[in-house]
């Protein structure tokens, strides 16, 4: 019944248009190497040298002590020295700085008399996300510069200290947090942006009677349509995964079976619920924009990929749960950063063969419909 | 092929007639031509109920999901416990780490390893292990430590969950010490204050910065399409033997949907201020006039966009390989600071970043145009700029 000689004429077929398209074929490799690019190079959380103004009224031996081990963390980097807390308001405005140490009068005074001695770091709030880490570096360095003050020549330790350890990301940096994840993203695009075409492609040209004219079953014309698709997506997850092994030093450390078992189910549901949008919509326009909104966007913002979905509102985390993107992250980062199996991701490589599953038997079920 | 060559000859046509046609007439004074115009338009784009939809609800709909999901604070982090003292202090110490809602704990285990294998399954993003012995090397002032694990494979969420509970735990260690009277006096004491936001929330952080990109995004959709969509139809040829003139044409098409973008506008800052509660301190004069012109070099862009693109679907594709570098040039979620050197210059011939500054001195900084002059300066530069380019350029596609 199924002819592999057919399914391999739609997908040389389809191959054949995409060839055509230079937008299309731009979206399908230029895309995946200039988001690499950006979210690898441009885009970083990683807070460092925060500019500092300085506002030392006390200026001691003291006081220059603490400002010293502040500049020496690597985190912050004093770029004004103010007289007047006055001048402080303008800076932070105009973020020229952002934030500023303030040590009052009598810092070294309260420090000698064994006192409690206060200083104030002003934060400027309206980016939260740096001002938050910049508290976290600040409140570190002034800990263990209390330390060393207080313990000066004495034996005595802190009450209770936290020994912190980062699993996976040692160091913490961006990178290796963004190219598992640009993964799902970029699949994301090719499947919503490229498949929402094909079968509207079809139906606006008029070649859809042709295409049901012709002894083709409607199975190898998903699959034929999936084909050049499929190949598209795999080429750009390695390339992906490639570059982001050797140009950014993201580690690999577990099977690139796995990868490429869980890679492909989940390439076969997205590009299934592409076609499936398509033979819906009928419209290529229509088309393209239901995949963004249905795909694309999720994959960005609902996946964890960027922002964590603990914290978000319970609707939206129940949400979550249907976004394929979500698993698939899972296991991208399972895969590449920890070094995990099948036996940690067993419930993520469920998720995908129930997506693959839906995501054909839709875009099946859809084409069904209109050639009968 | 064939296509672009039946193109070319067709607007050569039209070039020829719309010269024989333009005549201007003594009654005819160009506004009513472009008030026509603006007339034909707006009733075409709300013709349709769908667009009306597309237009009004889809911002504020994106503006509520926006706002909830892009989010970097930390709150419910996934948190295992192996407690291996299991003594009262040991309990308050998880206790205190749950209390603030940043942390929920979500499995607790006597053996290390299931701390570890919750970690791989990524069921847990931080894990604490309390030794034996806590209790007793708390009491005796010995300096107890316990140990935090975090998963770094998210990295932001990572730093901030490893600094929220190393600061737990150690003021935790210092009210034990103070409570028993064992606590070392003085010390230095670190008083953190945040200006503008001081839950530093980041809500408040990025709902306005949603409001630059939904603005930017709704004013591309709609004027991309529209050069576009006249030349696909045809009816772009009767436009053109009509004796409107290109200049006039793009106004026509660029009112109405500025128009529209500016009801976006309220509508959305409502949204935020309302739904959200975030506090707008700022001139609201600053805020529509940063609006309007960043409203103007949108949709500059946007037609800029259509007069290359020859069918619909290419200047959608065109429209987001343009809509992505914009967003992600501009400080919106990704701090521009930390970007390399290079980036940083290329973020200032982005419209997207100086919005931005207005949005957030506005609502942020209380700031009002007094203060935000240069960036008023440099987005009408921007729009002027962009709109004529984009009619020089649609003169010459159909000249």
């Known amino acids: ?372 | 092929m064939m296509r672009s060559l039946q193109l070319r000859r067709r607007s050569s046509v039209v070039g020829r007639l719309k010269t024989d046609d333009r005549r201007p007439t003594t009654d005819d004074f160009p506004l009513r031509r472009v008030l026509a115009l603006v007339r034909k338009e707006l009733r075409q784009l709300f013709r349709d109920p769908k667009t009306k939809r597309i237009v009004f609800v889809s911002p504020v709909i994106q503006l509520v999901l926006l706002g909830y999901a892009v989010n970097t604070d930390v709150r419910n982090a996934a948190t295992f416990v192996v407690d291996l003292d299991r003594t009262p202090a040991s309990r308050e110490l998880v206790d205190v780490l749950a209390a603030g809602g940043q942390f929920r704990v979500v499995g607790r285990s006597e053996r290390p390893a299931d701390l570890g294998a919750a970690l791989d399954a990524g069921r847990a993003l931080l894990g604490i292990e309390i030794p034996r012995g806590f209790a007793a090397d708390l009491a005796a002032g010995r300096g107890a430590r316990v140990q935090l694990l975090v998963d770094g494979t998210s990295s932001n969420t990572a730093t901030v969950a490893q600094s929220h509970a190393t600061r737990i735990v150690q003021q935790y260690g210092q009210r034990y010490a103070a409570a028993r009277g064992a606590a070392l006096p003085g010390g230095v004491e670190l008083r953190g204050r945040a200006w503008f936001n001081p839950d530093l929330s980041s809500r408040v952080y990025n709902v306005p910065g949603v409001i630059a990109m939904v603005l930017m995004l709704m004013a591309l959709l709609l004027t991309a399409l529209a050069v576009v969509r006249e030349r696909e139809l045809g009816t772009l040829e009767q436009l053109m033997v009509s004796p409107i003139t290109p200049g006039e044409l793009m106004l026509g098409k660029t009112i109405p949907v500025a128009f529209v973008a500016l009801i976006d506008l309220l509508l959305v800052a409502a949204v935020a201020v309302f739904w959200f509660g975030i506090p707008l301190r700022g001139s609201v004069v600053a805020l529509l006039l940063g609006a309007s012109v960043y409203v103007l070099a949108a949709l500059g862009l946007g037609l800029l966009i259509s007069t290359v693109s020859r069918t619909q679907q290419e200047a959608f594709m065109t429209m987001f390989l343009c809509f992505m570098p914009l967003i992600v040039l501009s400080g919106f979620m990704y701090p521009i600071q930390t970007m390399p050197a290079l980036f940083q210059w290329l973020t200032l011939l982005n419209p997207v970043r100086h919005f931005l500054e207005i949005v957030r001195g506005v609502f942020l900084k209380g700031e009002g145009v007094a203060d935000l002059w240069p960036q008023l300066l440099v987005l009408t530069a921007m729009a002027v700029g962009v709109l004529r380019f984009a009619t020089a350029r649609f003169r010459r596609t159909v000249g």
């Open chain 1, 1 to 372: 019944m199924l002819s592999a000689t057919r399914l391999l004429a739609v997908a040389r077929k389809e191959w054949i248009q995409l060839r055509r398209d230079p937008r299309s074929l731009i979206l399908a490799f230029v895309l995946p190497v200039f988001l690499l690019l950006f979210f690898g190079y441009a885009i970083t959380w990683d807070v460092k040298e925060i500019r500092l103004a300085l506002l030392d009224a006390d200026a001691t031996r003291e006081s220059r002590e603490l400002v010293q081990a502040f500049e020496a963390s690597g985190y912050f980097r004093v770029v004004a020295r103010l007289d007047a807390p006055g001048e402080l308001d303008r800076l932070l405005v105009r973020s020229r700085v952002t934030g500023a140490l303030v040590v009052p009068r009598g810092f070294a005074r309260d420090l000698a008399a064994r006192r409690t001695a206060p200083v104030q770091l002003l934060l400027d709030g309206s980016d939260a996300n740096t001002a938050t880490i910049a508290l976290g570096y600040a409140e570190a360095i002034v800990a263990g510069h209390s330390r060393r003050v207080l313990l000066q020549g004495r034996r005595l330790a802190m009450p209770l200290a936290a020994e912190a350890r980062v699993w996976y990301n040692p160091t913490l940096e961006s990178r290796n947090m963004i190219v598992p994840g640009l993964v799902a993203v970029i699949m994301s695009i090719i499947a919503a942006m490229l498949t929402a075409l094909t079968i509207a492609r079809e139906w606006e040209r008029g070649t859809m009677e042709q295409l049901a004219a012709t002894p083709v079953h409607r199975l190898e014309v998903v699959f034929g349509k999936l084909l050049p698709y499929l190949l598209i997506g795999a080429f750009d997850v390695a390339l992906t995964v490639g570059a982001g092994l050797v140009v950014f030093g993201v580690p690999f450390r577990g099977s690139v079976l796995l990868l490429g078992g869980m890679t492909l189910l989940f390439l076969l549901g997205a590009l299934g619920l592409g076609i499936f949008i398509s033979a819906v919509m009928k419209s290529q326009l229509l088309a393209t924009q239901v995949a963004m909104v249905a795909t694309y966007l999720p994959a960005l913002l609902l996946s964890g990929f960027l922002f964590d979905i603990a914290g978000m509102p319970p609707a939206l985390r129940a949400f979550t749960l249907v976004v394929p993107a979500r698993y698939y992250i899972a296991v991208t980062r399972g895969v590449i950063l920890k070094g995990v199996g099948i036996e940690a991701l067993w419930v993520q490589g469920l998720s995908m063969i129930i997506f693959a599953a839906v995501g054909l038997g839709l875009a099946t079920a859809a084409f069904r419909k209109r050639i009968v």
